[in-house]
C-alpha cells in the first residue's frame, strides 16, 4: 500500500509520551522503521525534509556550515514545537529520524521563540526533549550533527590527499544542489547562496500570478504576464535547449512529464498542495497532479497561440 509523505507525517504528531517535568520524550523507533520500509534513500536525505521544514514554517533562511568536527544546520527566523502537530513539526521530525540512522553520529539541537524554547537530543531511537530557560533570544532552530570519532574523518581526508583524489564529495550538500536551488527561501552552504542561479535564454517567458522566487534571466525575448485563479505560481514558456518542467512542492524540486508539449517548453512552478510519496523525491499520481498537467498545458497553449 502506498502512503503519501503528507499522511506519515500527520502520523508522526501521535508518536510519544508527556512527562510531569515538563521534559519528555519521543520513541522515533517507528518513524525510522516506516521510513526505512518506504526506501528514503540515505541518512543524507535527511537535508531535504529541513528544507521543507523552512518553507512551509517560513523560516528566512536555511543554513549549513561544516567542517571535520561538526555539521550545524540554522533554520533563522523560525522556531518549531516538536511538542505540536503540523507540517512544519512533522518535516522536523522526518528529518530528525533520517539523521538518527548516520554512523557514529551524535544529533541535538534546539529551537528559540526569541524568549522561551527546547533543547532535543537522539539517543538510540528516543528523542530526548526538556524546555530552556526563558531568555531573550535569536528566533532560531538549530541542528549540530558531531562525529564521535572524527579522527576517522581526518584520517580518510588525509588518504585521499596522499592519493591525489582531492576531498570527498559531501552526499548532503549533493542532495541540496540538486534539490533545492529553486527554494523560496535562501539556502546557504558554507556562506555560499544556492538558490540564486541565471536562467539561461528564453525566446518567450510567462510570469504566472507572482512566483515566490525571483528569476533572472540572461535574456527573454518576449516576457508575458500571466494571471491565472490557479493554485502554482511560476515561469513558462519557450527557451533555447527546452528544459522540460520542473514542480517545487515545499522548496523541493520535481521533474513533471506533460506529455505532447514542445520539446522547446520550459517551466519552473510552485505548486503547495501536491502530494509526495514518503522518500520525498517523488510526486504522488493521483487526480490533483493529473489536473495540474492539463492546466499548465492549457496555459502553454494559451501563451503561444
Known sequence: MAISADD??????DEGEGHSTGAFTLDLE??????QHFQLPSAYHYVLPLVACAVAGG???LSIFSDQH??????????VNLEGGGAVSSYLHAALAAAGRLAHTDVFGESRDGQAGFRFRLAGTQLLISPLPEQQHSVRTRLILTPLHPWENRLFGAVRWLAGLGPAADPAAELLKAYSRY?????RLNSRQLNLEWQGHWKLLGVLNRPPLQLRPQTALRQVTVCREVPFAGYLGLGVGGGGALVIVDGL????????????FRAILWHSALQRDLSMLR????????RFRQTVVEI???LIS
Do not use: F, K
Open 253 to 264: 524540486l520535481y521533474p513533471l512529464d506533460l506529455p505532447g508539449a514542445s520539446p522547446e
Open 283 to 290: 510526486l504522488v499520481e493521483n487526480q490533483e497532479l493529473e
Open 183 to 187: 527554494s523560496s527561501v535562501p539556502i
Open 300 to 302: 502553454l497553449t494559451g
Open 70 to 79: 561538526r555539521r550545524i544546520v540554522d533554520l533563522d527566523g523560525l522556531a
Open 59 to 61: 523560516a528566512d533562511s
Open 30 to 35: 517507528r518513524s525510522r522503521a516506516t521510513l
Open 8 to 13: 506519515y507525517l500527520d502520523a508522526l504528531r
